[in-house]
């Protein structure tokens, strides 16, 4: 069974190695390969499993990732002193770029933001805590949904399974959140005992993130994840996309 999913997701291969480099608290210029890689393909899978249209410009990075590594295991005849630059070297100084680019970018969209009035067709959400004011990251959703599938069992036979549109998975997240100040992530999933409810629940998620009619937060990176209902909003007749 094929979902194709259109997502305007703007963070790529290098938002990716630049999460995992960060979970695992590892040091841009000291980039264990081997790890990153197994890393990289695993996020990778969850990836394709989702079929997002995405998925090419990490094939790409995945087969770079596999030149490098198979760079540093080929033996080296030629004396130390001798060898060329790390294999790593390259994608290191892309990392170290992007990284500076998107740091700047964020700095100016912090500006922007405050520097213009922010309006709610309804009431505008109550986020509680003030500490959950941290924006969760595609990958730190990917994180949370791989997480859920660990904990569903394999089915032993084959069986044949009925097909559950996104917009009825969109209809119970909006009912669960109705009436509620919030939901945890954890909560949204925890009546899904099968791989097809949790795949179809995550897209689900992601279209409503889209559309700007749920947003998620947390109170520190990797913490525990909350949605909370936003009014949907419409520019020139067209509901916003994730990331306008």
């Known amino acids: ?32 390969i081997a790890q990153i890689t197994q890393d ?18 990490f094939l790409v990075m995945a087969a770079t990732l596999m030149e490098v590594k198979a760079q540093m295991l080929m ?14 070297s ?20 912090q500006r922007a933001e405050e520097a213009k009035d922010i309006g709610y067709r309804a ?26 599938l660990e904990r569903i069992p394999e089915e032993i036979q084959e069986i044949m399974v009925e097909e559950i549109p996104i917009e009825a998975k969109i209809r119970e997240i909006l009912g669960a959140l109705e009436g509620q100040p919030f939901l945890t ?7 899904e005992t099968r791989r097809l409810g949790v795949l179809m629940t995550f897209l689900a998620l992601l279209e409503l993130i889209r559309l700007r009619q ?11 994840i909350r949605l909370y209902p936003l009014p949907a909003r419409v520019a020139g007749g067209e509901l916003a996309t994730w990331g306008a």
């Open 214 to 224: 749920v947003i998620v937060r947390q109170s520190r990176l990797f913490g525990e």
């Open 75 to 88: 033996p080296r005849p030629t004396p130390v002193a001798e060898e060329g630059p790390d294999p790593r």
């Open 40 to 57: 990289y393909l695993r996020y990778l899978d969850l990836i394709k499993e989702l079929n997002l249209e995405v998925a090419g410009e």
């Open 185 to 191: 992530l954890q909560a949204l999933f925890a009546k």
């Open 90 to 109: 390259e994608l290191v100084a892309k990392l170290l770029e992007y990284q500076r680019f998107k740091e700047a970018a964020q700095v100016l969209a």
């Open 123 to 148: 009431h505008p959400p109550e986020f509680g805590d003030s500490d959950y004011a941290l924006e969760v990251s595609f990958f730190e959703l990917l994180d949370a949904f791989r997480a859920v």
């Open 1 to 32: 069974m094929s979902y194709d999913v259109k997502l305007e997701i703007f963070e790529g291969p290098l938002d990716l190695l630049l999460y995992l480099i960060k979970k695992n608290d590892l040091e841009i210029a000291d980039i264990p």
